[in-house]
């Protein structure tokens, strides 16, 4: 974030989601007031390609943990596809010790720092896709298409537990948030004050979009509600004359912002 401030000459910077610290790949990095629009990035579904190595499990489900245990044995490419198809779909997932979660106002990875391995609840994630990219041995590389809040080393760490072996991960790259592809990010080695940012509404075109008529969008700079007549909808997109005004909720008859992203003329 201190590289993007000092690239821009901005001070508010914000992202839509940490990768761990072993990974890479995709980060979406807001500037200025799109920063508000984050929570509306951050929810789409996320695509990583990652490797797992079987037969060894690490306290942090990855490798940057110790070695906490494992049963390396000959795994069938039968026995890998039944495993993985047993791990699509909607489930109940254990976050990893080593993760953000809160636990009694702190960081569950802070208490595991100090010895307290916190036993954190499950919670439901949907692994949309789950798909074996390649093989070597012990290491398999998958690429996963899940919901918001899937560790993909609880992934590694489950598919281990069901092969009988115990796994952890071993690389991670994210590739995609939504429609939004690392192919198409700027390296941050490449970053300069001459790099093009990315208007708005391109990040938010997965959301219903409003057109709006002159008075509506003045309206809307206000901050008041104007009429609709499509579905209800808790997020649509507003624009006027080619530009993102903000957000707003789809309530009955009417559009109340949510967030405005230019002030009154």
Known sequence: M???RKTFGVRRVGH???LDPFASGLLVVLVGRVTRLARFIEGQDK??????ELGVSTDTDDRTGQVA??????VS???????????????????????????EGRRSY?????????DLPPTEVEVHALELVS???????????????TYVRALARDLGQRLGTGAHLTELRRERIGDLDVGEATPLAELS??????PAAGLLAHLPAAELAPADAVAVRHGRAVPWTGAAAPAVTLHAEGRLLGVAQAAGDELRPVIVLEDPA
């Open 47 to 52: 695509t990583y390609l990652a490797t797992a």
């Open 193 to 198: 004050r001459e790099t093009p940012l990315r």
């Open 69 to 74: 245990g494992g049963s390396p044995r000959p």
């Open 16 to 18: 839509t989601g940490t």
């Open 135 to 149: 093989r070597s041995g012990n290491l398999v590389t998958l690429r996963a298409r899940v919901s918001r809040g």
């Open 110 to 118: 802070q208490l595991a720092r100090q010895g307290v391995m916190v």
């Open 77 to 103: 490419d039968a026995e890998l596809a039944e495993a993985l198809a047993a791990l699509t779909g909607t489930q109940l997932q254990r976050p990893p010790a080593f993760s953000a979660r809160h636990v």
């Open 2 to 4: 201190a590289r993007v």
